[in-house]
């Protein structure tokens, strides 16, 4: 018996085997040799919904969801948020480092020299519906650029892999900003690279005829803090897109349209939008008890509760709600606040999320703040999919340069039919 493995015994054959503990796991293709004999495929693993299978080893972001833990390459979320810009963030999350300030410098240089759209995808955009959803809009722009970029394929050149980390970085704001201004009819306003990351998101959303457009800080900075929380979170729906597409070496403007078309789900980061709906419906503080009576009865889902890896209170609600104060403090306050904070109030009381362990997640305060400053709901996901790029393209070139990594493919439990015969079409009845 191997104190550093596991000792499996097959009932069937009444064999044991040995399968080695890798980093507190096993793996998976070691199953493999428990057969039955030797036309058995050998033992397999059934993990719908990945919950219990890691796919990767990763030094990028560290959750313990017990605790309410999250780091980025062992920095706490909190002193993050507190200390650095989302752009330095960027840089810690790809290159694994905070960055010196001569290294910032460089690097905000080359984010900034990459802002502007080609034309031919501005007018890309001018074809949207004038109705079309932001979401919808963002993931097609950012699939649109692999027609500009086509040398992004040779994504085994590191070279080639930074230059489109650096497009995808500084373009992604340009882009949601185009597809804010396209719903509501105004000019596209082009980046402004004197300013900010965040200055310059903002100028682009809300500069109407002034020559220059000056950005509140406190909002701008507010919104700088909401983009480092909402940076990376290990290996989430829309990250596993990322290195999934990524794996079959398609270019990172694809995979990244295609991580934000998961992150679009209402069970992702959908979810933003879908609680400021709910408190629509809701109305008032006094229909919060109803409408959790409602939840617990099954009539749907309490929109920014719970979590797949946090059974706690996610760090990042905690630092939105304080990020929250400073917004209203210009802002004025957001009526639904009242509603949100008595929603979690009871909640937090009632044995049926306290037994499930049902917290507020990154998304139930964000579409509060969002809406203060100005946006609609439905630019809610698009302001979470600017910073993600961030992550997603780190945990892309994790997976590039992972020699174990293959192109992702699941196996199935095959429940169909046998092999059987076509009926020819004169005999198949009515
Ligand atoms: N409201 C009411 N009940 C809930 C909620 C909720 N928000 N979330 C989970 N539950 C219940 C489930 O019905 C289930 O109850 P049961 O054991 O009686 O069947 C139990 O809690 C466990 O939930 P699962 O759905 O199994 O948990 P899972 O890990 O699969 O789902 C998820 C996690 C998708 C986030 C879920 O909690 C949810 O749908 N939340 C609402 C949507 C949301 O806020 N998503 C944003 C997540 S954060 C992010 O992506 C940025």
């Given at each position: 018996m191997d104190k550093d493995g596991l000792s499996i015994l097959d009932n069937r054959t009444n064999t044991t085997y040995e399968v080695?503990?890798?980093?507190?796991?096993?793996?998976?293709?070691?199953?493999?040799?428990?057969?039955?004999?030797?036309?058995?495929?050998?033992?397999?693993?059934?993990?719908?919904?990945?919950?219990?299978?890691?796919?990767?080893?990763?030094?990028?972001?560290?959750?313990?969801?017990?605790?309410?833990?999250l780091r980025y390459r062992g920095y706490p979320i909190e002193q993050l948020a507190e200390k650095c810009t989302f752009l330095?963030?960027?840089?810690?999350?790809?290159?694994?480092?905070?960055?010196?300030?001569?290294?910032?410098?460089?690097?905000?240089?080359?984010i900034t020299y990459?802002?502007?759209?080609?034309?031919?995808?501005k007018h890309f955009l001018e074809g949207f519906r004038y109705d079309a959803h932001p979401?919808?809009?963002?993931?097609?722009?950012?699939?649109?650029?692999?027609?500009?970029?086509?040398?992004?394929?040779?994504?085994?050149?590191?070279?080639?892999?930074?230059?489109?980390?650096?497009?995808?970085?500084?373009?992604?704001?340009?882009?949601?900003?185009?597809?804010?201004?396209?719903?509501?009819?105004?000019?596209?306003v082009y980046p402004d690279n004197d300013l900010s990351y965040t200055e310059n998101f903002l100028n682009m959303l809300w500069r109407m005829a002034e020559v220059k457009y000056k950005a509140n800080p406190v909002l701008a900075r507010?919104?700088?803090?909401?983009?480092?929380?909402?940076a990376d979170h290990e290996q989430n729906c829309s990250a596993n897109v990322m290195r999934s597409v990524g794996s079959s070496q398609a270019d990172p403007f694809v995979s990244t349209a295609a991580a934000a078309a998961a992150l679009s789900g209402p069970l992702h980061g959908g979810a933003n939008e879908e609680v400021l709906r709910m408190l629509d419906e809701i109305g008032s503080k006094d229909h919060v008890p109803?409408?959790?009576?409602?939840?617990?009865?099954?009539?749907?889902k309490l929109m920014g509760f719970g979590h797949r890896v946090y059974k706690n209170y996610d760090?990042?609600?905690?630092?939105?709600?304080?990020?929250?104060?400073?917004?209203?403090?210009?802002?004025?306050?957001?009526?639904?606040?009242?509603?949100?904070?008595?929603?979690?109030?009871?909640?937090?009381?009632?044995?049926?999320?306290?037994?499930?362990?049902?917290?507020?997640?990154?998304d139930f305060y964000s579409g509060i703040i969002y809406q203060a400053m100005g946006f609609?709901?439905?630019?809610?996901?698009?302001?979470?999919?600017?910073?993600?790029?961030?992550?997603?393209?780190?945990?892309?070139?994790?997976?590039?340069?992972?020699?174990?990594?293959?192109?992702?493919?699941p196996r199935q439990i095959y429940t169909g039919y046998e092999e059987r015969t076509v009926v020819p079409m004169d005999k198949r009845g009515a």
């Open positions: 080695p503990f890798h980093k507190g796991t096993i793996r998976a293709m070691d199953l493999r040799k428990i057969k039955t004999g030797p036309d058995d495929f050998g033992l397999m693993t059934y993990d719908p919904a990945f919950m219990n299978t890691a796919s990767c080893h990763s030094a990028i972001t560290y959750i313990d969801g017990d605790k309410g833990i330095e963030v960027a840089y810690l999350l790809l290159q694994g480092e905070l960055p010196t300030a001569s290294q910032l410098k460089d690097w905000i240089n080359n990459h802002t502007m759209l080609h034309e031919s995808t979401m919808a809009m963002f993931i097609s722009t950012v699939a649109a650029l692999a027609t500009i970029y086509p040398e992004s394929r040779h994504v085994h050149d590191p070279e080639m892999r930074r230059l489109q980390i650096y497009r995808l970085i500084g373009k992604v704001p340009t882009i949601a900003a185009y597809t804010y201004r396209h719903g509501l009819g105004y000019p596209y507010a919104l700088d803090i909401l983009f480092i929380l909402h109803a409408y959790i009576e409602g939840v617990k009865a099954g009539k749907g760090p990042r609600a905690r630092i939105i709600k304080q990020a929250a104060e400073q917004v209203f403090e210009v802002t004025g306050k957001n009526a639904k606040l009242d509603i949100a904070l008595e929603l979690e109030r009871i909640a937090l009381e009632d044995e049926y999320f306290v037994k499930r362990k049902l917290y507020p997640n990154v609609r709901p439905e630019m809610f996901t698009v302001l979470f999919a600017i910073p993600r790029t961030a992550g997603w393209l780190a945990q892309w070139e994790e997976m590039v340069i992972d020699p174990e990594q293959k192109i992702a493919r």
